[in-house]
């Protein structure tokens, strides 16, 4: 299932979605919602670091992980290495955000992992610790055989695609469930804040999508690489 | 992107988890919501229709209608009309799914159109039907020259993949909202109906993505087909 669109292109997209995407997020959360914060007696500031760094870290930087490999005018050790760093760092910032905000339900006293996207959350934060903890040691170290490597590939790229697109949903789950709280609450359904809140999410599902179509789109012709924008064996 | 495995096998999963969730939304809307009504005085049997139909046939047949082509032991043209015909039954359901969740709202004085919801669910039924009628017109009736079916054949299958992956988005974020809805109601968090309905996500969201394993899977070898598992150029 590959286009015949350049990466590269199909990347400017993406990056254009993502700066609004992360301006969006930082209006909405300190704009209208009061700031960000990591200790204080409105608890609701605790919240707000959760939304931010779902989405600057483990959706923003993580596609620019994924995309990387397509876009950059790299050797492959050197694309590698940027890969595998991008997505710790997502990874990061993903775990600290799903911390802050079992930190404000508790500070709140509002009950955990009741929710889909509590649920949903939990899965993709363990399917991409695994992932991450499984490209390492197949593809950078210790680094299977070649042919463990060749094996292992589509596996790699299979998987990274459907954590990122469940990644993806369950954001899109956050921003409803946030949403439908504040409106139960009294936050007009068709107000600015909640159209900002929707816009966002569309936002980031767009990023999302122009992520995958770079994966789907074609790498550099200059590069040496196999259908995937790279060549997962260095003696092949 | 394509791994290993049979389709076939892939399929019967899918299969599996089809019947999994039409059971789980028939017991959660007649056995926990009062049933299913076309016209009532208690409205919330109206509402019950929409996520039947969704999942029924939006979601499931529609996921039947995009397998078919990797998993039936026909000649291409059969498959291509049971791929037509099936997409227009799931788009039908669809259609009249979405009109119930209008004509519940209208009945109950609910407002109509301002969640994530219902605006990705506009956007993937006009996608749904604007691919099902590119679809006929270039690959059916009255087709495309051989070279216009060639160029368009990747972007058939990426956009219907789009589509039914934001499908399935779209219709987790309809299990959140309402059981959001019923938990702001006084619907125990932890009960049992709040555990069925997103173990019926969660079974949607699974079924969904053993559809696109399907696609990315491989095709029967002694049938004729390309990398999407059919021709799409007859005299190739």
């Known amino acids: 299932m590959t286009i015949g669109?350049?990466?590269?292109?199909?990347?400017?997209?993406?990056?254009?979605?993502?700066?609004?995407?992360?301006i969006l997020v930082l209006v909405w959360t300190i704009g209208f919602r009061g700031g960000l914060a990591w200790e204080?007696?409105?608890?609701?500031?605790?919240?707000?670091?959760?939304?931010?760094?779902?989405?600057?870290?483990?959706?923003?930087?993580?596609?620019?992980?994924?995309?990387?490999?397509?876009m950059l005018p790299l050797k492959k050790p050197q694309k590698k290495l940027v890969h595998l760093t991008l997505h710790a760092i997502a990874l990061a910032l993903g775990i600290?955000?799903?911390y802050t905000a079992f930190k404000y339900h508790n500070e709140s006293n509002i009950a955990n992992l009741y929710s889909l996207h509590s649920w949903l959350g939990i899965?993709?934060?363990?399917?991409?610790?695994?992932?991450?903890?499984?490209?390492?040691?197949?593809?950078?170290?210790?680094?299977?055989?070649?042919?463990?490597?060749?094996?292992?590939?589509?596996?790699?790229?299979?998987?990274g695609t459907f954590v990122y697109i469940l990644a993806l949903g369950t954001a899109s789950l956050g921003?409803?469930?946030?949403?439908?709280?504040l409106e139960?609450?009294?936050?007009?359904?068709?107000?600015?804040?909640a159209f900002l809140v929707n816009f966002t999410a569309i936002v980031t599902i767009l990023y999302g999508s122009f992520v995958i179509f770079?994966?789907?789109?074609?790498?550099?012709?200059?590069?040496?690489?196999?259908?995937?924008?790279?060549?997962?064996?260095q003696n092949e």
């Open 5 to 22: 669109l350049k990466a590269v292109h199909v990347s400017y997209v993406a990056h254009f979605l993502a700066v609004l995407g992360a």
């Open 40 to 70: 204080s007696s409105n608890k609701n500031l605790i919240f707000n670091i959760h939304p931010v760094l779902m989405l600057i870290g483990l959706i923003i930087i993580g596609g620019q992980a994924i995309m990387s490999y397509k």
């Open 96 to 98: 600290i955000g799903i």
């Open 123 to 159: 899965g993709v934060i363990s399917l991409y610790g695994i992932q991450w903890l499984f490209g390492l040691v197949v593809f950078f170290y210790p680094g299977g055989t070649p042919s463990i490597r060749k094996e292992a590939l589509p596996y790699h790229v299979l998987l």
């Open 175 to 181: 921003y409803l469930e946030k949403l439908t709280f």
């Open 184 to 193: 139960n609450n009294g936050l007009a359904k068709y107000g600015s804040e």
């Open 214 to 233: 770079t994966i789907l789109s074609q790498a550099p012709p200059d590069e040496e690489h196999d259908q995937y924008g790279y060549t997962p064996i």
